[in-house]
Structures are given as structure tokens and as C-alpha cells.
């Protein structure tokens, strides 16, 4: 065969114009945070593979768990069946989950477990006799997901422009500026915003949805947990939900287990996926207050919550995230991103250059946004000359490593940051 030919694409690769995409390293095998490739690099892995491999590559525990599981059995449908490895996870959710979100829903990945989410809490207001209540306020900035409904509550037209012909008007609120310890001046007045639309669109509203303190790929915004406190108070003020998507948040990310750990609310509806299973397996999960799960019992079997990815509880999925969260317990990893915390900040003191917006960091996420996203159109290629993988994308240059990151390597990809700035 004639090597100059360019091979067909057969594979369709995601957010990228498949007309002039550069070429892509091929990965032959990994290893806690490296990538090892078909042309014999080793490159550090920072995006821990869009944030899901929080234990690592190959980690020796988890591939017991699912070798073992699969020598059982690999699937067996919820509709009508039941299985250890799915009852073990939604208890371990309920108990790790804050207040009362006690009723465990899984599906196969986050966009879907938002859009269970949505119709969640739409149909708990039918179920009480409110069909108006059937719109979602959300945030500016937001990303939710790549379906219809998720992109319709996301704010970010990278990702939805081209369907924007296609989307519903909603209802968005800004988001607070500020940061994590935003003084209350910065608070009144996305607060004030918030209670307005809600008071003014209550009678159709069904849900409030954030990403809790961090909004991720929408622009690595971090806000306060005095606004997500104010906003469960307007929210039940007005029998409406409050619904978090913990895609990204969830399991260490923010510095605490969840996001919703840094403020006192409670969401009625919290969505996790990512890295509930490290990477191995796609899936997430809905989980609901004990308030939300009652409106759907009743005589009537139209009151259910009608449901079911084929997937869902997938038992090689639900062993992988049980296992992943006890490594995370025992193997004290709030420590570990403390730690990882004090690096990122410690070493973008270091990164200056007048190209740069804002440098933000929060638990295992840190980001240096720029004016102009072309000032990043060469990092890709920069980092993996030098032996690093980040996929930097808009004008945002973020880092969120596997938790169990060496300082060396994690000090290495900061300089490699800090080289590319000088
Ligand atoms: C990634 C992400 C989703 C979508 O999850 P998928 O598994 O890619 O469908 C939803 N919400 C947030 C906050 C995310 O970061």
C-alpha cells in the first residue's frame, strides 16, 4: 500500500473540523498519569482524560474489581432485574451524597443523567397537579451536556452555535463574578437578578440548574456558596427545584467531596458521572431528595418515573465506582488534592504575561484564561514536544490531573505552562 495516502477517517472525532485536524498521538497503553505513544513518547497526562480518571491509568484495584465482575457477569438489565453492584452503589451514594438525596437513578452518562434530572423535576410538579411548572432557569455560562435539552440550558455557542436555530429561548441568569470568596457588594446584586426572574417566572418554572461553586467547560468560572445558600432559599420560597450538576464537581474536584459540600444548601436533584467511574466505564447517576422521590408514589402507575437507559446500573460500572470511592476514603484523597491545590497555586504566582485574563484555581482545577484564544493555538503541540498532554480549548489553558499526580510531574507541567507564557 502506498504510505502517502492519507487512511479514510472512518473514526469521526468530536468538536474538532475533520477537514484539517492536526494529527493525534495514539495511545498504546497508560499508567497512573502517563500516556505511553505508538511512537515511543511518554507524555504527562493533565486532563486525566476529560477530567474521569481520578485514581490514574491501569489502577491495579480497579481492574481487579472489573476483571472480577465480568468473570460474574457484565450485564443484566434493571427492568425487571436487580444486582449487588448496583445496590451497593446507590447506598454508598446516599451515604456519602449531603442532607437527604437518598434515591439513586443511574444512566449512562452525564448529559443523559441531567436530562433525567430535567424530567424529574418536571414530572414532580405534574404529579401534583402542576404541568404549568415545566421550565428550567440555569446560568450564564453553564455546560450541561451535548443533547437537545442539555444544550438548550447550556450557555457556551462553541458547542450549541450550530444548533442555535434549533434551541428554545430559556430563562438564564448571570452567573456572580467575584470568585469563591466574592465580597457580599459582589453577590447583591446576581442575587437580586436571581429572586427577580424567579418571582417572575415561577408559575412555570419547574427547576433551578448550576454547576455548584465551579462551572467547568462553559469557562472554569468559580463563585461563591453564599450565592448557592441564597438560591435554595429563593428557590423553595417558590416550590422550585433546585437541581446541581455535579458532572465535573463531583468527587474531589472543588477540594471537597462534592461541590455542594462548601456551602449549607442541599439540592432536591444532584447529577454525578465523570469520574464516578474513573474512567473505566461510561455512567452517572441522578440522585434525589427524599421530597422528590415521594411526589412519584402513588396508586397510579403514570406517576412513575418513566425512564431507562439500557445501561443504567451497569454492574462493571457500578463495581468500578463503588471500589473508586472507597480508594478515595481510605487513600484520604481531599489530602492529596490539598496538596495539589498548593502546587497549581504556588507555581502560577510564578506565570505572568500580559496575554493573561486571570489565573483561578480551586481544589485539583486550576486555569489561566487568556485575551485571545489564539495566543493558545501552539500549546498543543508546544506540551507534547515536551512531553505533556493538555488540550487547552477557547481561551482557557486548565489543568486537572489524575489525584494521584506526582509533584514532579505536576511541577513539570507548570513549568511547561510558565516556559510557554515566557
Ligand atoms: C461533561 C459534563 C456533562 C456531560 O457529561 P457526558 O458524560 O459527556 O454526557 C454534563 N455536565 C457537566 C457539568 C459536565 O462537565
Known amino acids: 500500500m502506498d504510505s502517502s495516502l492519507t487512511p479514510p477517517e472512518n473514526l469521526w472525532y468530536p468538536y474538532v473540523q475533520m477537514k484539517n485536524r492536526p494529527e493525534y498521538p495514539e495511545i498504546v497503553r497508560a499508567e497512573g498519569c502517563i500516556l505511553f505513544t505508538r511512537d515511543g513518547r511518554e507524555l504527562i497526562d493533565v486532563i486525566s482524560s476529560w477530567w474521569s480518571v481520578i485514581h490514574g491509568y491501569n489502577h491495579p484495584a480497579l481492574n481487579k474489581v472489573l476483571v472480577d465482575q465480568a468473570n460474574r457477569f457484565s450485564h443484566v438489565m434493571l427492568g425487571g432485574l436487580t444486582h449487588q453492584p448496583a445496590q451497593l452503589l446507590a447506598a454508598k451514594l446516599a451515604e456519602i451524597c449531603p442532607g437527604d438525596l437518598n434515591h439513586v437513578f443511574f444512566s449512562d452518562s452525564g448529559s443523559v443523567a441531567v436530562e433525567v434530572a430535567v424530567k424529574m423535576a418536571i414530572q414532580f410538579h405534574r404529579n401534583q397537579g402542576n404541568s404549568e411548572k415545566r421550565r428550567i432557569i440555569s446560568l450564564s455560562g453553564a455546560y450541561h451536556g ?6 438548550e440550558l447550556g450557555d457556551d455557542s462553541d458547542f450549541t452555535g450550530a444548533f442555535s436555530h434549533v434551541l428554545p429561548d430559556t430563562v438564564r441568569v448571570n452567573v456572580p463574578k467575584g470568585g469563591y470568596n466574592a465580597e457580599e457588594a459582589d453577590l447583591k446584586s446576581p442575587i437580586a437578578e436571581l429572586q427577580d426572574t424567579v418571582v417572575r417566572h ?10 455548584p461553586i465551579l462551572q467547568c467547560a462553559g469557562g472554569f468560572r468559580i463563585y461563591s456558596p453564599a450565592y448557592l445558600d441564597a438560591a435554595r432559599e429563593i428557590c ?3 416550590n422550585v427545584l433546585l437541581i446541581y450538576d455535579e458532572v465535573a464537581t463531583g468527587f474531589g474536584r472543588t477540594g471537597r467531596l462534592f461541590a455542594a459540600n462548601h456551602a449549607n444548601a442541599v439540592p432536591d436533584i444532584m447529577v454525578i458521572g465523570k469520574a464516578l467511574t474513573a474512567g473505566y466505564l461510561g455512567h452517572a447517576a441522578t440522585i434525589a431528595s427524599n421530597k422528590v422521590y415521594r411526589a412519584f408514589l402513588s396508586n397510579e402507575s403514570s406517576k412513575a418515573l418513566m425512564h431507562g437507559p439500557t445501561y443504567m446500573g451497569n454492574p462493571l460500572a457500578c463495581a468500578v465506582a463503588f471500589e473508586g ?9 481531599l489530602e492529596k488534592i490539598n496538596h495539589i ?4 497555586v504556588q507555581e502560577f504566582e510564578k506565570i505572568c504575561s500580559e496575554k493573561i485574563v486571570e489565573k483561578r484555581a480551586i481544589g485539583g482545577m486550576g486555569v489561566i484564561e487568556v485575551k485571545s484564544s489564539a495566543t493558545l493555538s501552539n500549546f498543543r503541540s508546544f ?3 515536551r512531553g505533556v498532554w493538555i488540550r487547552p480549548f477557547a481561551s482557557y489553558l486548565y489543568v486537572m490531573p489524575a489525584y494521584v499526580i506526582s509533584d ?4 513539570k507541567i507548570l ?8
Open 146 to 151: 451535548d443533547t437537545f435539552k442539555t444544550m
Open 236 to 238: 423553595d420560597r417558590h
Open 415 to 422: 513549568r511547561v505552562m510558565r516556559e510557554f507564557f515566557d
Open 202 to 211: 415561577h408559575p412555570q418554572t419547574a427547576a433551578l440548574i448550576v454547576e
Open 383 to 385: 506540551a507534547i514536544e
Open 325 to 333: 470511592i472507597r480508594l478515595f476514603q481510605e487513600e484520604n484523597y
Open 341 to 344: 491545590h498548593q502546587l497549581i
Open 408 to 411: 514532579e510531574q505536576l511541577l
